[in-house]
T-cell receptor
Framework: DAKTTQPPSMDCAEGRAANLPCNHSTISGNEYVYWYRQIHSQGPQYIIHGLKNNETNEMASLIITEDRKSSTLILPHATLRDTAVYYCIVRRSDTDKLIFGTGTRLQVFP | EAQVTQNPRYLITVTGKKLTVTCSQNMNHEYMSWYRQDPGLGLRQIYYSMNVEVTDKGDVPEGYKVSRKEKRNFPLILESPSPNQTSLYFC???????????????FGPGTRLTVL
């Protein structure tokens, strides 16, 4: 499975867009990019996933570069409740397994 | 409400005393999995199950057992707990890849286990 690299921490002002980068330069053609987040010590929560096209849902947008070597999760209007650890995961299309890294700790401040 | 439940949420026990952490899901999911989370190490998979009576080892299975007699339940068994099993444990479930392209995993609230 491809490995991912994320910054260990980021800050964002409340109401502004939070842009969380992820590098997955060794991703292969059958691997999806998934994003989960974990608020404090709660169970991780699915946010969004994509293969090569940009994706948007009610929680966030996912921008994947054309070469698929990196992606950005965008929370358009961050709130204090978005403070969490965000995990970028690359997952093969033929497996249910998720491999979590250490993620990015996003702190949203007032 | 669709959910994954775990019990107990908190447990303090002593070395060698067998314990079971239960996990149940009400979404008719085929795939279930157990993770442990330790500071600096992230979430690591212990065991998983693709369906009833089908279980397999994850990345850190030593010291754990699981069973999958019913689709909804996937208990985690520690036959002889040791202090290095002190951790935060999460159960998760999802549809299997054969059922859906969207295979988001739903996680339980976690069980914080301390082994003295």
């Amino acid at each position: 499975d491809a490995k991912t690299t994320q910054p260990p921490s980021m800050d964002c002002a409340e109401g502004r867009a939070a842009n969380l980068p992820c590098n997955h330069s060794t991703i292969s053609g059958n691997e999806y990019v998934y994003w989960y987040r974990q608020i404090h010590s709660q169970g991780p929560q699915y946010i969004i996933h994509g293969l090569k096209n940009n994706e948007t849902n009610e929680m966030a947008s996912l921008i994947i570069t054309e070469d698929r070597k990196s992606s950005t999760l965008i929370l358009p209007h961050a709130t204090l409740r978005d403070t969490a650890v965000y995990y970028c995961i690359v997952r093969r299309s033929d497996t249910d397994k998720l491999i979590f890294g250490t993620g990015t700790r996003l702190q949203v401040f007032p | 409400e669709a959910q994954v439940t775990q019990n107990p949420r908190y447990l303090i026990t002593v070395t060698g005393k067998k314990l079971t952490v239960t996990c149940s899901q009400n979404m008719n999911h085929e795939y279930m999995s157990w993770y442990r989370q330790d500071p600096g190490l992230g979430l690591r998979q212990i065991y998983y199950s693709m369906n009833v009576e089908v279980t397999d080892k994850g990345d850190v299975p030593e010291g754990y057992k699981v069973s999958r007699k019913e689709k909804r339940n996937f208990p985690l068994i520690l036959e002889s707990p040791s202090p290095n099993q002190t951790s935060l444990y999460f159960c998760a479930s999802s549809l299997s890849l054969g059922q859906s392209l969207r295979v988001e995993q739903f996680f339980g609230p976690g069980t914080r286990l301390t082994v003295l």
